[in-house]
């Protein structure tokens, strides 16, 4: 009979038994950092963890719900400072899943999201392992909900991208003329060591100065800073505030969309 009180670590342990079943890996998105902003799916599957990888980006209060007897197999990265290859990181975890275990690799935000959950997937696939996929929210929406920053707004973005500021040989060589398009919100992740090429650039193929535009560091977390300017001016305002990473780059006319909204008329008529 199962224990229902025990988490599945406690019992693979009690047991001691072989296993024969075949294990398979779960890619859950553990979000921005607030524990709150979990799915409920996401929340059951940590709680009944035997064995959870991880990485830099996963919430300490996130890593807080992991059951005391789980196994825990830190695999983070830090810019500059891979803790583990990205290939061996697959390899561990068809490795785990093989050994019989369900593997709950939790992954910063969404896991397809500049997750490098695609390739983690591929690599479960190849290797004959079932791998199922947890959506998490992506930082991009926590930061939007922290900040009241809508990413698309009916006057003023209806066009939403997401973009990576950090390209695989660390070269920052995006698609400028689509970033540049007017009436767009552009959130650039991976962005803080480019943002003054990123402005600059934006600019130089036509988004005025004067577009407003954010930083949001440690979004949804007690850590979360923010620093709104022009592009113009942004980097200027980042240095000065020593804002690091985690954090995104926010552009277009959404950051200021509640002072444009106050300025309208109807805001009074709606208010009065
Ligand atoms: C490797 S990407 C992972 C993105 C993640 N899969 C997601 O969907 O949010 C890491 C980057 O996400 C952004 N990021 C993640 N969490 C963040 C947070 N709480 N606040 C601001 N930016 C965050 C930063 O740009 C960071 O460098």
């Not at 209806?158 to 995006?174: E, I, M, N, R």
């Not at 990123?198 to 979004?219: D, F, K, N, R």
Request: proline share 6%; hydrophobic share 45%.
């Amino acid at each position: 009979m199962i224990d229902e009180s025990m988490t599945k670590a406690q019992r693979s342990a009690r047991s001691g038994q072989r296993r024969t079943r075949p294990g398979k890996v779960v890619l859950v998105g553990a979000g921005p950092g607030d524990p709150d902003l979990l799915t409920v799916r996401a929340a059951r599957l940590i709680a009944g963890a035997e064995i959870v990888v991880y990485d830099a980006l996963v919430g300490a209060a996130v890593i807080e719900m992991i059951p005391a007897g789980a196994r825990r197999v830190y695999v983070g990265k830090k810019a500059g400072n891979h803790a583990l290859p990205q290939e061996e990181i697959n390899a561990l975890l068809v490795e785990l899943a093989r050994e019989g275990l369900e593997v709950i690799r939790l992954k910063g935000g969404d896991p397809f999201i500049f997750g490098r959950g695609g390739e983690e997937r591929a690599a479960c696939l190849q290797a004959g392992i079932e791998c199922e996929v947890v959506p998490g929210i992506t930082a991009a929406a926590g930061a939007a909900s922290t900040t009241g920053i809508p990413l698309t707004h009916r006057s003023h973005a209806q066009t939403l991208v997401f973009a990576t500021g950090h390209l695989k040989d660390d070269t920052v060589d995006l698609d400028w003329p689509a970033l540049a398009r007017p009436h767009q919100t552009v959130v650039i992740y991976m962005g803080l060591g480019a943002l003054e090429i990123i402005c600059t650039q934006l600019i130089a193929h036509g988004l005025p100065a004067s577009t407003p535009a954010a930083v949001v560091h440690a979004a949804t977390t007690a850590a979360q800073r923010e620093v709104r300017s022009t592009l113009g001016e942004l980097t200027a305002h980042v240095r000065a505030a020593r804002l690091q990473p985690p954090a995104l780059i926010m552009i277009g006319e959404v950051i200021d969309a509640d002072a444009a909204f106050a300025a309208l008329p109807q805001a009074v008529a709606l208010t009065a």
